[in-house]
T-cell receptor
């Protein structure tokens, strides 16, 4: 069974631009969560989607948004990029939300210049 | 408050030594799940184990073992006879019962030298 896939793996953007990251969950998994990892703040929860609906959102500004499609694939978008948005963005999938084990993808490394 | 603390920032051992990674958590939930993940240099978080709060049985899986003690809010992870391939960052995480979101500790970097 294929794992969680994320594209692109690496991305370089400049301040003010916007970016879209994609995540394909493990086949059969319907819940997708996104996390941001930085050296200073560690791993922080961004949001979770289930059945094309955002169930939970972390403490991030409105520049961070996401969506989920009917095939459970998810995208997250960051608008008006700031230098501090440079991070590893990890996507995780689980069969259902709440207390299921989350399996992570390889992440997208975003560098904002 | 929901919080996970991994007090050990970095640990360095020589191959074949045993090593224990500490994890202490705080939670307002009476039922919860705890996890350990491994992050090799490639960046992907690899799931290692999940334990629920009402099952305090310790678990052993090959060279890995976990010691869960609810009384001290600890969920420690031991690698027996460490190998160079065990070098990675290890994260302990708590699952928030209401939302299911994972709250991670800061991670412990383990370096196993040959």
């Amino acid at each position: 069974k294929a794992g969680v896939t994320q594209t692109p793996r690496y991305l370089i953007k400049t301040r003010g631009q916007q970016v879209t990251l994609s995540c394909s969950p493990i086949s059969g998994h319907r819940s997708v969560s996104w996390y941001q990892q930085t050296p200073g703040q560690g791993l922080q929860f961004l949001f979770e989607y289930f059945s094309e609906t955002q169930r939970n959102k972390g403490n991030f500004p409105g520049r961070f948004s996401g969506r989920q499609f009917s095939n459970s694939r998810s995208e997250m978008n960051v608008s008006t990029l700031e230098l501090g948005d440079s991070a590893l963005y990890l996507c995780a999938s689980s069969f259902n939300p709440n207390q299921e084990t989350q399996y992570f993808g390889p992440g997208t490394r975003l560098l904002v210049l | 408050a929901q919080k996970v603390t991994q007090a050990q920032t970095e640990i360095s051992v020589v191959e074949k030594e045993d090593v224990t990674l500490d994890c202490v958590y705080e939670t307002r939930d009476t039922t919860y799940y705890l996890f350990w993940y491994k992050q090799p240099p490639s960046g992907e978080l690899v799931f290692l184990i999940r334990r629920n709060s009402f099952d305090e049985q310790n678990e052993i899986s090959g060279r890995y073992s976990w010691n869960f003690q609810k009384s001290t809010s600890s969920f420690n992870f031991t690698i027996t006879a460490s190998q160079v391939v065990d070098s990675a960052v290890y994260f302990c995480a708590l699952s928030e019962w209401e939302t299911g979101k994972l709250i991670f500790g800061q991670g412990t970097t383990l370096q196993v030298k040959p």
